[in-house]
Protein backbone atom coordinates (compact mmCIF):
# COMPACT_ATOMS: atom_id res chain seq x y z
CA UNK A 1 0.00 0.00 0.00
CA UNK A 2 1.54 3.31 -1.06
CA UNK A 3 0.38 6.26 1.47
CA UNK A 4 3.04 9.03 0.50
CA UNK A 5 2.01 11.93 1.46
CA UNK A 6 -0.54 10.82 4.47
CA UNK A 7 -0.08 13.61 6.89
CA UNK A 8 3.74 14.28 5.93
CA UNK A 9 5.83 12.55 3.12
CA UNK A 10 8.25 11.55 6.35
CA UNK A 11 7.34 8.55 8.47
CA UNK A 12 9.00 8.70 11.83
CA UNK A 13 9.37 5.39 14.16
CA UNK A 14 8.79 4.55 17.58
CA UNK A 15 10.80 5.77 20.09
CA UNK A 16 12.21 3.45 22.83
CA UNK A 17 10.96 4.77 25.44
CA UNK A 18 6.83 4.62 23.77
CA UNK A 19 8.53 1.11 22.99
CA UNK A 20 9.13 0.21 26.90
CA UNK A 21 5.96 1.95 27.27
CA UNK A 22 3.94 -0.61 25.24
CA UNK A 23 5.74 -3.30 27.03
CA UNK A 24 4.21 -2.30 30.06
CA UNK A 25 0.79 -2.08 28.69
CA UNK A 26 0.97 -5.40 27.42
CA UNK A 27 2.38 -7.28 30.64
CA UNK A 28 0.56 -5.08 32.89
CA UNK A 29 -2.99 -5.87 31.88
CA UNK A 30 -1.59 -9.41 29.91
CA UNK A 31 -4.09 -8.08 26.84
CA UNK A 32 -5.23 -10.50 24.22
CA UNK A 33 -7.12 -10.94 21.39
CA UNK A 34 -11.00 -11.60 21.39
CA UNK A 35 -13.86 -10.68 19.42
CA UNK A 36 -15.38 -7.42 21.17
CA UNK A 37 -19.50 -7.51 21.01
CA UNK A 38 -21.68 -4.82 21.12
CA UNK A 39 -25.57 -4.10 21.07
CA UNK A 40 -27.77 -1.68 19.64
CA UNK A 41 -31.20 -0.61 19.72
CA UNK A 42 -32.00 1.77 16.47
CA UNK A 43 -33.05 5.14 18.09
CA UNK A 44 -35.52 7.75 15.98
CA UNK A 45 -32.63 10.14 15.95
CA UNK A 46 -30.57 7.43 13.72
CA UNK A 47 -33.42 6.36 10.49
CA UNK A 48 -35.06 7.98 7.50
CA UNK A 49 -37.90 8.83 6.26
CA UNK A 50 -38.84 4.92 6.09
CA UNK A 51 -37.90 4.06 9.72
CA UNK A 52 -34.37 2.83 8.23
CA UNK A 53 -31.42 3.62 9.86
CA UNK A 54 -29.14 6.03 8.00
CA UNK A 55 -25.79 4.62 6.50
CA UNK A 56 -23.88 6.94 8.58
CA UNK A 57 -24.90 6.09 11.76
CA UNK A 58 -24.60 2.66 11.01
CA UNK A 59 -21.08 3.21 10.58
CA UNK A 60 -21.22 4.93 13.57
CA UNK A 61 -22.40 2.28 15.60
CA UNK A 62 -19.62 0.18 14.33
CA UNK A 63 -16.66 2.55 15.45
CA UNK A 64 -18.63 2.96 18.52
CA UNK A 65 -17.57 -0.64 19.09
CA UNK A 66 -14.16 -0.47 17.72
CA UNK A 67 -13.76 2.19 20.25
CA UNK A 68 -14.87 0.31 23.12
CA UNK A 69 -12.86 -2.66 21.85
CA UNK A 70 -9.70 -0.30 22.19
CA UNK A 71 -10.68 0.77 25.53
CA UNK A 72 -11.07 -3.11 26.70
CA UNK A 73 -7.65 -3.66 25.44
CA UNK A 74 -6.03 -0.65 26.86
CA UNK A 75 -4.82 0.82 23.35
CA UNK A 76 -7.12 3.83 23.04
CA UNK A 77 -5.59 7.12 22.78
CA UNK A 78 -6.13 7.74 26.23
CA UNK A 79 -4.40 4.30 26.73
CA UNK A 80 -0.91 5.57 24.68
CA UNK A 81 -1.13 9.18 25.54
CA UNK A 82 2.75 8.67 26.71
CA UNK A 83 3.58 7.68 23.43
CA UNK A 84 1.86 10.29 21.83
CA UNK A 85 0.19 7.86 19.42
CA UNK A 86 -3.35 7.52 18.11
CA UNK A 87 -5.47 5.58 15.63
CA UNK A 88 -6.66 7.06 12.15
CA UNK A 89 -8.57 5.18 9.59
CA UNK A 90 -7.17 5.12 6.05
CA UNK A 91 -9.75 3.17 3.95
CA UNK A 92 -12.94 1.28 4.65
CA UNK A 93 -15.28 -1.28 2.35
CA UNK A 94 -18.28 -1.36 3.86
CA UNK A 95 -21.44 -3.22 2.41
CA UNK A 96 -25.38 -2.91 3.17
CA UNK A 97 -27.13 -6.00 3.01
CA UNK A 98 -30.85 -4.96 4.83
CA UNK A 99 -30.63 -1.70 6.67
CA UNK A 100 -32.38 -2.19 10.32
CA UNK A 101 -35.44 -0.67 11.38
CA UNK A 102 -36.63 1.69 14.18
CA UNK A 103 -36.56 -0.26 17.57
CA UNK A 104 -34.57 -2.96 15.81
CA UNK A 105 -31.86 -5.20 18.29
CA UNK A 106 -28.56 -5.38 16.65
CA UNK A 107 -25.39 -7.29 17.37
CA UNK A 108 -21.90 -5.59 16.32
CA UNK A 109 -18.99 -8.21 15.91
CA UNK A 110 -15.26 -6.21 15.83
CA UNK A 111 -12.10 -7.45 15.77
CA UNK A 112 -8.64 -6.67 14.54
CA UNK A 113 -7.79 -9.08 11.60
CA UNK A 114 -4.30 -8.48 10.83
CA UNK A 115 -1.31 -6.33 11.07
CA UNK A 116 1.42 -5.50 8.61
CA UNK A 117 4.20 -3.21 9.31
CA UNK A 118 2.63 0.72 9.88
CA UNK A 119 -1.04 -0.87 9.27
CA UNK A 120 -3.52 -3.05 10.98
CA UNK A 121 -6.77 -4.20 9.57
CA UNK A 122 -10.06 -4.33 11.35
CA UNK A 123 -13.55 -6.24 10.53
CA UNK A 124 -16.92 -5.60 11.62
CA UNK A 125 -19.64 -8.10 10.55
CA UNK A 126 -23.48 -6.59 12.02
CA UNK A 127 -26.33 -9.31 12.64
CA UNK A 128 -30.00 -8.27 13.63
CA UNK A 129 -31.65 -9.96 16.35
CA UNK A 130 -32.36 -13.54 14.35
CA UNK A 131 -28.61 -13.19 13.46
CA UNK A 132 -28.85 -12.46 9.84
CA UNK A 133 -26.10 -10.17 8.00
CA UNK A 134 -26.90 -6.90 8.23
CA UNK A 135 -23.59 -5.20 7.05
CA UNK A 136 -20.21 -5.75 7.21
CA UNK A 137 -17.21 -3.67 6.82
CA UNK A 138 -13.32 -4.17 6.49
CA UNK A 139 -11.19 -1.49 7.20
CA UNK A 140 -7.11 -0.47 7.44
CA UNK A 141 -5.94 1.70 9.90
CA UNK A 142 -3.18 3.44 11.12
CA UNK A 143 -1.20 5.12 14.32
CA UNK A 144 -0.73 9.05 13.87
CA UNK A 145 1.60 10.81 16.40
CA UNK A 146 -0.84 13.77 17.83
CA UNK A 147 1.70 16.22 17.77
CA UNK A 148 3.82 15.99 14.56
CA UNK A 149 0.56 14.25 12.69
CA UNK A 150 2.78 11.66 11.33
CA UNK A 151 2.50 8.34 10.94
CA UNK A 152 4.20 5.82 13.44
CA UNK A 153 5.06 2.53 13.02
CA UNK A 154 2.80 0.14 14.86
CA UNK A 155 4.54 -2.11 18.00
CA UNK A 156 5.22 -5.22 16.84
CA UNK A 157 3.52 -6.15 20.37
CA UNK A 158 0.25 -5.40 19.46
CA UNK A 159 0.38 -8.17 16.76
CA UNK A 160 -0.80 -10.15 20.14
CA UNK A 161 -4.38 -8.16 20.07
CA UNK A 162 -4.92 -9.76 16.37
CA UNK A 163 -7.98 -12.30 16.18
CA UNK A 164 -7.33 -15.08 13.88
CA UNK A 165 -10.65 -15.89 12.57
CA UNK A 166 -11.76 -19.00 10.00
CA UNK A 167 -13.26 -16.06 7.35
CA UNK A 168 -11.64 -12.74 7.96
CA UNK A 169 -13.16 -9.93 4.97
CA UNK A 170 -11.16 -9.30 2.35
CA UNK A 171 -8.90 -6.56 3.50
CA UNK A 172 -9.73 -3.06 1.80
CA UNK A 173 -6.70 -2.76 -1.02
CA UNK A 174 -8.64 -1.01 -3.58
CA UNK A 175 -7.47 2.37 -4.73
CA UNK A 176 -9.99 4.93 -5.49
CA UNK A 177 -9.16 8.05 -8.66
CA UNK A 178 -10.09 11.58 -7.97
CA UNK A 179 -13.27 12.94 -9.67
CA UNK A 180 -12.10 14.41 -12.89
CA UNK A 181 -15.24 16.29 -14.21
CA UNK A 182 -18.15 16.52 -11.63
CA UNK A 183 -21.60 17.33 -12.46
CA UNK A 184 -22.55 18.07 -9.01
CA UNK A 185 -20.67 19.97 -5.93
CA UNK A 186 -21.05 20.96 -2.70
CA UNK A 187 -19.09 23.00 -0.10
CA UNK A 188 -19.12 23.50 3.57
CA UNK A 189 -16.97 25.00 6.56
CA UNK A 190 -15.31 22.52 8.81
CA UNK A 191 -17.00 23.50 12.70
CA UNK A 192 -15.17 22.35 15.58
CA UNK A 193 -19.12 19.47 15.73
CA UNK A 194 -17.08 17.91 12.63
CA UNK A 195 -14.12 17.16 14.55
CA UNK A 196 -13.20 14.07 17.24
CA UNK A 197 -10.74 13.80 19.45
CA UNK A 198 -8.02 13.89 16.95
CA UNK A 199 -8.39 17.62 16.05
CA UNK A 200 -9.55 16.58 12.10
CA UNK A 201 -12.98 16.11 10.70
CA UNK A 202 -14.36 12.88 12.38
CA UNK A 203 -14.25 9.96 9.48
CA UNK A 204 -18.10 9.41 10.39
CA UNK A 205 -18.33 13.20 10.25
CA UNK A 206 -17.17 12.82 6.78
CA UNK A 207 -19.46 10.08 5.33
CA UNK A 208 -22.21 11.96 6.39
CA UNK A 209 -21.18 15.04 4.74
CA UNK A 210 -20.67 12.84 1.02
CA UNK A 211 -24.59 11.62 1.30
CA UNK A 212 -25.16 15.73 2.36
CA UNK A 213 -23.57 16.60 -0.81
CA UNK A 214 -25.89 14.43 -3.02
CA UNK A 215 -29.28 15.50 -4.15
CA UNK A 216 -32.03 14.16 -1.52
CA UNK A 217 -33.89 12.66 -4.41
CA UNK A 218 -31.77 9.74 -4.42
CA UNK A 219 -32.39 8.69 -1.27
CA UNK A 220 -36.07 8.34 -2.20
CA UNK A 221 -35.73 6.54 -5.37
CA UNK A 222 -32.07 4.33 -3.90
CA UNK A 223 -30.70 2.64 -1.05
CA UNK A 224 -26.92 2.40 -0.87
CA UNK A 225 -25.31 -0.84 -1.23
CA UNK A 226 -21.87 -0.65 -0.86
CA UNK A 227 -19.40 2.73 0.46
CA UNK A 228 -15.58 2.56 -0.53
CA UNK A 229 -13.66 5.08 1.14
CA UNK A 230 -10.25 6.58 1.61
CA UNK A 231 -8.78 9.32 3.53
CA UNK A 232 -5.52 10.78 2.15
CA UNK A 233 -4.79 13.81 4.61
CA UNK A 234 -6.36 15.22 7.35
CA UNK A 235 -9.57 18.03 7.00
CA UNK A 236 -9.39 20.47 9.89
CA UNK A 237 -11.04 23.50 11.41
CA UNK A 238 -11.92 26.31 9.39
CA UNK A 239 -10.91 24.44 6.32
CA UNK A 240 -13.82 25.24 3.17
CA UNK A 241 -13.93 21.26 2.03
CA UNK A 242 -15.10 21.11 -1.88
CA UNK A 243 -17.62 18.07 -2.71
CA UNK A 244 -17.18 16.83 -6.20
CA UNK A 245 -19.43 14.27 -7.36
CA UNK A 246 -19.20 12.19 -11.02
CA UNK A 247 -22.58 10.26 -11.40
CA UNK A 248 -22.75 6.96 -13.48
CA UNK A 249 -26.13 5.93 -13.72
CA UNK A 250 -25.64 2.87 -16.16
CA UNK A 251 -23.93 1.09 -13.22
CA UNK A 252 -25.19 3.38 -10.16
CA UNK A 253 -22.48 4.29 -9.14
CA UNK A 254 -21.39 7.47 -7.90
CA UNK A 255 -17.90 8.60 -7.36
CA UNK A 256 -17.05 11.51 -4.66
CA UNK A 257 -14.31 13.62 -4.45
CA UNK A 258 -13.63 16.04 -1.32
CA UNK A 259 -10.89 18.27 -1.87
CA UNK A 260 -9.37 21.62 -0.07
CA UNK A 261 -11.08 23.99 -1.72
CA UNK A 262 -8.00 26.62 -1.43
CA UNK A 263 -5.61 24.37 -3.29
CA UNK A 264 -7.51 21.53 -4.51
CA UNK A 265 -5.48 18.95 -2.82
CA UNK A 266 -7.86 16.09 -2.45
CA UNK A 267 -8.33 15.27 1.13
CA UNK A 268 -10.96 11.85 0.79
CA UNK A 269 -12.23 9.86 -2.06
CA UNK A 270 -15.01 7.36 -1.68
CA UNK A 271 -17.30 6.05 -4.34
CA UNK A 272 -21.02 4.88 -3.55
CA UNK A 273 -22.87 1.78 -5.03
CA UNK A 274 -27.27 1.95 -5.08
CA UNK A 275 -29.64 -0.10 -6.08
CA UNK A 276 -33.31 1.29 -7.05
CA UNK A 277 -35.82 0.91 -4.22
Known amino acids: MHLKGFFSEKIISISKKAYNYVQD ?20 SEINHAKR ?9 MQESSMQH ?37 TIETFPSGKEGYFTYRD ?8 QLCATASSVWTMMHTETRKMIRIPDE ?12 PKPDFRLSPVLQSDSNFSI ?7 DWNGHVNNVAMCRLIMESLDPDIFYQKTLKQ ?11 GQTLLFENHHDNEINKISHSVKNSENGKDIVL ?6 DI
Not at 25 to 40: G, K
Not at 124 to 131: A, E, I, N, P, Q
Not at 227 to 237: D, G, M
Request: aromatic share 14%.
Open 53 to 61: IHPHALIQL
Open 158 to 169: FGKLVCHTDNPL
Open 227 to 237: LLIQFKSEAIL
Open 270 to 275: AETYWV
Open 70 to 106: TIGMKVSLWDLQDMQGSWVLLKMDVRFYSLPLLNDTI
Open 25 to 44: ILQAFHVMSYIHIENYTVRT
Open 124 to 131: YLVFDRFH
Open 189 to 195: KVNYLHL
